[in-house]
Nanobody, 115 residues
């Protein structure tokens, strides 16, 4: 069992930056593919970024070049650095831990990009 707690969301102006954190407990994050997903009102949940157990990363097309996922295994924490934020980045951001057949989700953190 893995518990995930996200933090770092909030209100930011267009062009600004935020860093989200996801703290995991119950197992080492090096054993899982750790991901950030987001869901805007009326839309499906979509991949933002993932970091695989061996350290490789992949990103959703809409965030490439603006967002960076990283991890600190010793701190059991995964980060999402978000730069050049746009209003369309507004959503609830969720952290997940994936090790098939096990999949765990955090409770989400709201990110609002607005002037």
């Amino acid at each position: 069992q893995v518990q995930l707690v996200e933090s770092g969301g909030g209100l930011v102006q267009p062009g600004g930056s935020l860093r989200l954190s996801c703290v995991a407990s119950g197992s080492s994050i090096s054993n899982y593919a750790m991901g950030w997903y987001r869901q805007a009102p009326g839309k499906q949940r979509e991949l933002v970024a993932r970091i695989l157990s061996f350290g490789g990363t992949n990103y959703g097309d809409s965030v490439k070049g603006r967002f960076t996922i990283s991890r600190d295994i010793a701190k059991s924490t995964v980060y999402l650095q978000m730069n050049s934020l746009k209003p369309e980045d507004t959503a609830v951001y969720y952290c997940n831990a994936d090790r098939t057949p096990y999949l765990y989700w955090g409770q989400g953190t709201q990110v609002t990009v607005s002037s």
